[in-house]
């Protein structure tokens, strides 16, 4: 039987007047792939935003693996499990690739600040932990050949790719990928695709925002369609794509 991952209940957010997720439910099964689609301004990136502790919600609840999760800070929840990358790349580019993925290691047992002066031996030996992390992170995301590298010397597909190299390397079970097609040339999105498709099959789940509607329809199990902060819509693709409520959506009614 599958196991519930990631669940919104009733979520709602407001901003000032302006009600950006409006009673949104969603359950996500463990090891499949989710998108959730909608215009502009339709919440998308908001509801990553709540369910990663950057804003609490106004009401409702989320629960990851049955535990409540809103309300805890973002780092926490990102030590439980939950990554993400952004909309809009957010990497060092004067920084190295490797360290730009070390960046998104969380250090369990970390010895803080004095630890990290005196280079103790367990600092040494978590520090060789995190490179591996890190390495492993790249390997996935076909990227460790580049380590060495600046970040910014990557072509953009690669980049992107670095950000979710980035979000591998806390180990998450949950993966949050805002837009990560956007920008690509198909070459890309072919690539990009087969990877998101390689990190499901060693169990993660992935949630994603996206607005190719054909790297959607192809990539997921089911997909939630969102318009002024409200679930219009939600099933298979197949199901989704011959909803009126979704077609009135996108070409704006
Ligand atoms: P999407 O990702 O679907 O394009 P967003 O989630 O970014 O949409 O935004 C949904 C709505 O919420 C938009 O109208 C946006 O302007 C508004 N919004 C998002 N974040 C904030 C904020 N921190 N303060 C005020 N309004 C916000
Ligand atoms: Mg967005």
């Known amino acids: 039987m599958s196991k519930t991952i990631l669940e919104l209940d009733s979520v709602t957010i407001r901003f000032g007047g302006l009600t950006a997720v409006d009673s949104v439910d969603?359950?996500?099964?463990?090891?499949?792939?989710?998108?959730?689609?909608?215009?502009?301004?339709?919440?998308?990136?908001?509801?990553?935003?709540?369910?990663?502790?950057?804003?609490?919600?106004?009401?409702?609840?989320i629960r990851f693996l049955g535990n409540k999760i809103n309300g805890l800070k973002s780092h926490l929840i990102t030590e439980m499990g939950i990554a993400r990358t952004f909309q809009n790349i957010r990497l060092f580019g004067e920084m190295t690739v490797l360290d730009n993925v070390k960046i998104g290691t969380h250090c369990r047992t970390c010895s803080g600040f004095l630890g990290a002066l005196v280079r103790s031996p367990k600092v040494k030996a978590e520090e060789r932990t995190i490179t591996e992390t890190s390495m492993e992170a790249l390997k996935l995301m076909e990227l460790d050949h580049k380590a060495d590298e600046l970040a910014m010397n990557l072509p953009y597909g690669e980049q992107r790719r670095l950000e979710i190299a980035r979000a591998l390397a806390s180990r998450p079970k949950l993966i949050l990928l805002d837009e990560p097609a956007a920008g690509m040339n198909p070459q890309e999105k072919q690539t990009l695709m087969s990877m998101i498709r390689k990190i499901q099959a060693m169990g993660l789940t992935i949630f994603l925002v996206e607005h190719d509607m054909k790297f959607v329809m192809n990539l997921s199990d089911r997909i939630a369609v969102l318009d002024y902060g409200r679930k219009i819509a939600a099933g298979s693709p197949a199901e989704v794509q011959r909803d009126p409520a979704v077609i009135a959506a996108y070409l704006g009614k």
């Open 26 to 61: 969603m359950k996500i099964e463990e090891g499949t792939i989710r998108a959730l689609i909608g215009p502009n301004g339709a919440g998308k990136s908001t509801i990553f935003n709540l369910i990663t502790g950057i804003y609490p919600p106004t009401a409702g609840e």
